[in-house]
């Protein structure tokens, strides 16, 4: 009695595992779209397979039928380790590494054993003998194995040693969280391989095949990779075919700043990273030559940027540099995580937006607008520390005859000439712009009004004593110029800004083509 229930107690929880395989690979099947998930469906159904019929071998009292379940089981033993070495390549990413003819040898091996099972009545190379042991706790089937189940264990061995190294070299350069991933898969793999070794070499000292229980050790070591790990859905090939195509650099540091992992996008930004070998170096060394790069790492502010410059073939890039803390489950800082944002266009396009809000389109110097904002802030400076400020207006002599006679284009290339002229000749902080037709207008900051009148005989000189060439044109260019100066802390700028016109309008009506300064006698 005892006999029969042991038996039948061993049955019922290989069913029972047979059920939470098929439920796994049911599970998995669904995520087939996952890399690897369907390799890994299809092995659980073919260890299901081998469970469910060897639940049934070994409460059966007959030869023929342990033969029949024996035969159902071979559906499934062929394709096991087949299937756990698909899983490895796929897990790991490392197709690339064996040939396609030599990984369909396995499963060639894999059907032809199949085929030999439900044949084996005629030629015995799988198992030249089966038969009941009743002597024993309960009745054991004990075999007389032929040639080809040998090849069938050989190349089941080599398939579970190549899956073993390709996970091990994926082990040691993963994360935490894949490593565990990695972890739990090999152990509960390799359970059922080891006690189906240990049957191989008569270690238990009993004639009977454990390895169909270790499926059910291995059915909750992947439930517990599924659940808890996330196995189906953090598959390392794809984490790191993401972040080696992430156009952003990043870098990942322990809790020492040493550098633990970095991107493709991250070596082309930071030269120091080629070549480095991951985990051999401390960021604080690395990144010298960045010292916006070592700030931000070291001021530990998550929500801080700082922007990095980096000159490359006569370019500047820009990159927007974001640290952000990595924490354990007890909110331990134990890393941080760079990424390195390009925002040179961006930057650019501001750069040009500004530039074209400020820029005079036709001579590309100032316009009116920028000019006023700079002479508020000039003038605000001037009245706080009492230096003198000066102003120059002057516009172009008879320009509209030079329209209507010329045309538009040839005054358009006066304005563009007169405007190079005068940038050439002023001084670096004084700022030129074009008020407006042929009307320029210049600031002088800290100048008297005596060093503003020669700045502006030096830009009236500069225009009237150089012929300007347009084609075979050939024209003398003058100009008319009015100038205020002022050291008063009471005046703004329109009233400035009237006083130097009201000198223009003075230099024009004595003749034009000369300078004229307002004064308040005038």
């Not at 870098?251 to 040493?258: A, G, H, P, Q, V």
């Not at 500004?354 to 001037?382: M, P």
């Not at 009015?482 to 009201?502: R, W």
Request: glycine share 6%; charged share 20%; net charge neutral.
């Amino acid at each position: 009695m005892l006999a029969l229930e042991l038996n039948h107690l061993f049955s019922i929880i290989l069913i029972v595992d047979t059920f939470v395989l098929l439920w796994i690979a049911n599970y998995a099947w669904q995520r087939r779209k996952v890399a690897s998930a369907a390799s890994f469906s299809m092995g659980m159904l073919a260890a299901a397979i081998c469970t469910f019929g060897y639940a049934f071998e070994i409460i059966s009292t007959h030869v023929d039928h342990v033969v029949f379940w024996i035969k159902f089981q071979y559906i499934g033993i062929p394709f096991i380790m087949v299937f756990w070495l698909t899983l490895a390549f796929d897990y790991t990413g490392s197709w690339k590494l064996i040939k396609k003819w030599i990984f369909s040898l396995f499963f060639l091996l894999a059907i032809t054993s199949v085929i030999l099972q439900f044949t084996n009545d005629f030629h015995h190379l799988i198992y030249r003998e089966i038969k009941i042991d009743y002597n024993l706790l309960f009745p054991v089937v004990t075999t007389n194995t032929g040639a080809w189940y040998w090849v069938i264990i050989a190349y089941g061995n080599i398939a579970m040693i190549l899956g073993v190294v390709l996970y091990g070299v994926m082990y040691a350069k993963s994360v935490p969280i894949i490593r565990r991933q990695i972890l739990l898969m090999v152990v509960g793999s390799i359970i059922p391989w080891i006690l189906h070794i240990s049957y191989l070499l008569k270690g238990f000292g009993y004639p009977m095949n454990l390895s169909p229980f270790g499926f059910t050790l291995s059915g909750l070591f992947f439930f517990w990779a599924i659940f808890k790990f996330k196995f189906l859905q953090l598959i390392p090939i794809a984490l790191e075919k993401v972040f080696e195509s992430m156009k952003d650099g990043v870098i990942i540091l322990d809790s020492e700043y040493n550098i633990i992992n970095f991107n493709k996008a991250a070596k082309d930004i930071i030269q120091e990273l080629v070549g480095l070998e991951k985990g051999t170096a401390n960021g604080l060394a690395a990144f010298s030559n960045y010292p916006e790069l070592i700030k931000a790492m070291l001021n530990d502010d998550k929500h801080g940027s700082k922007l990095l410059f980096k000159q490359a073939e006569e370019h500047l890039y820009c990159y927007n540099i974001v640290v952000t803390r990595i924490h354990d489950k007890k909110n331990r800082v134990i890393g941080k995580i760079i990424v390195l944002n390009d925002i040179t266009e961006q930057r650019e396009l501001m750069e040009r937006l500004d530039k074209l809000a400020s820029t005079d389109d036709l001579t590309q110097i100032y316009n009116r607008r920028y000019f006023e904002e700079q002479c508020v802030l000039e003038l605000g400076r001037s009245q706080r520390h009492l230096h003198p400020i000066s102003f120059i207006i002057f516009d172009l002599d008879n320009f509209k005859g030079i329209n209507d006679l010329y045309g538009h284009p040839t005054g358009d290339a006066v304005l563009q000439w007169v405007a190079n002229r005068c940038r050439s000749l002023i001084r670096m902080n004084d700022t030129i712009a074009r008020f407006g037709g042929d009307e320029f207008a210049v600031l002088l900051p800290e100048t008297n009004v005596d060093d503003a009148f020669c700045l502006a005989e030096r830009l009236r000189s500069g225009i009237s004593e150089t012929p300007f060439r347009y084609g075979s044109l050939k024209l003398n260019i003058t100009g008319s110029f009015g100038i205020y100066g002022t050291a008063l802390v009471n005046e703004d700028l329109s009233e400035l800004m009237i006083k130097a016109d009201k000198a223009l309008y003075k230099a024009k009506s004595q003749g034009r083509n000369r300078v004229e300064i307002f004064r308040q006698s005038a």
